[in-house]
């Protein structure tokens, strides 16, 4: 009864702890002068431009290229607005 009670306790606390999502996810960490974080991390990747540890926003973005459809979808940060701003200038 005892062991039955403890997996039961370990099951609830496995279920709490894989809804738990943090404010920032980390893209990639280096070292403290280079790395990205995801500053929503309960957004889509492609909603907020990544950011520095300082908050200040990188300029850094990642596309995907379908070659059988011929479509590009943005991955991680906002490219869609220089590319909307590019195209009418």
């Keep these: 009864m005892k062991r039955l009670i403890t997996i039961v306790a370990m099951a609830a606390t496995l279920v709490a702890a894989s809804s738990l999502t943090p404010p920032v996810l980390p893209m990639f960490v280096r070292n403290p002068y280079l790395?990205?974080?995801?500053?929503?991390?309960?957004?889509?990747?492609?909603?907020?431009w990544?950011?520095?540890?300082?908050?200040?926003?990188?300029?850094?973005?990642?596309?995907v290229h379908i070659p059988s459809s011929?479509?590009?979808?943005?991955?991680?940060?906002?490219?869609h607005d220089v590319l909307d701003s590019n195209s009418t200038q």
């Design 50 to 63: 990544p950011m520095f540890w300082t908050k200040r926003e990188l300029g850094f973005s990642v596309m």
């Design 35 to 48: 790395n990205a974080w995801f500053g929503s991390a309960r957004a889509e990747p492609w909603e907020s």
């Design 70 to 79: 011929k479509t590009v979808f943005p991955l991680v940060g906002r490219l």
